[in-house]
């Protein structure tokens, strides 16, 4: 049975939303699109762009979680676009090519551009820097430390924010000392640890300095495993 296009007349073979393939193609740009893009890798591990850095993953899949989130902003109902993936990489450049289609016809290209760069995360620049906002002090038998010490990890991981860093600074058999990039991990610290062990907090401030006429205090959380 023959197909005519509604919109143009012409006779085709198969229609695409009720219009033939040209007239399909013109509802979208159908142009090529480059985009540049820089990521920055710390020597911690850690992989930022545009201010946001992210921890634990690797560079591919940070790669290709950025692509995946430029795609989908522009193609909201994905369940109905096709995309193809070429890969290829240089020195200091992962390219990315990407063909999208819709009803088995291409309707736009991108190539992305990420530039790969060394840079300094902010956890590791407020480290060198000797920034912290407070101390954490464990005090314990040996096996109930290496508890201790998973809680604050866990702590620290689930952190969302900035300078989410616990650092050692001291250690002994009984005892482990941390600065911590920020005070807000202590609640979480304290009530996890007091909930799974009988222990003693005690907790103090100090004055770390006045800024704007300001006092601005460091916290110290003291946590001792009790018999």
Same mark, same amino acid.
């Given at each position: ?28 740009? /159908?142009?090529?699109? #480059?985009?540049?893009?820089?990521? =920055?890798?710390? @020597?911690? $591990? ?5 201010? *946001? ?61 990420? /530039?790969?760069?060394? #840079?300094?995360?902010?956890?590791? =620049?407020?480290? @060198?820097? $000797? ?5 954490? *002090? ?90």
């Amino acid at each position: 049975m023959k197909k005519f296009c509604p919109k143009c007349g012409k006779e085709t073979e198969e229609l695409h939303e009720s219009l033939c393939g040209d007239c399909y193609c013109q509802k979208f740009k /159908n142009e090529s699109y #480059k985009k540049k893009m820089n990521v =920055s890798v710390c @020597k911690c $591990g850690s992989l930022g762009y545009s201010q *946001q850095w992210k921890k634990n993953i690797m560079l591919d899949d940070f790669i290709d979680s950025l692509v995946k989130k430029d795609l989908e902003a522009t193609y909201k109902n994905k369940t109905d676009y096709i995309f193809s993936f070429e890969r290829k990489e240089l020195q200091d450049t992962i390219i990315i090519k990407t063909e999208v289609e819709k009803s088995r016809m291409k309707i736009a290209d991108y190539t992305y551009v990420f /530039n790969i760069k060394s #840079k300094m995360c902010p956890l590791c =620049s407020s480290e @060198k820097k $000797g920034y912290y906002e407070a101390v954490l *002090q464990l005090r314990g038998k040996k096996e109930t430390l290496k508890e201790f010490r998973r809680i604050v990890d866990g702590a620290i991981d689930l952190y969302k924010g900035q300078n989410s860093f616990a650092k050692v600074v001291g250690q002994a058999d009984k005892a482990v000392d941390f600065h911590l990039g920020t005070k807000k991990v202590l609640g979480r610290i304290k009530k996890e640890i007091s909930s799974k062990y009988n222990v003693e907090t005690k907790t103090s401030f100090s004055l770390y300095k006045i800024k704007d006429g300001k006092e601005i205090t460091r916290t110290t959380l003291l946590i001792r495993e009790t018999k």
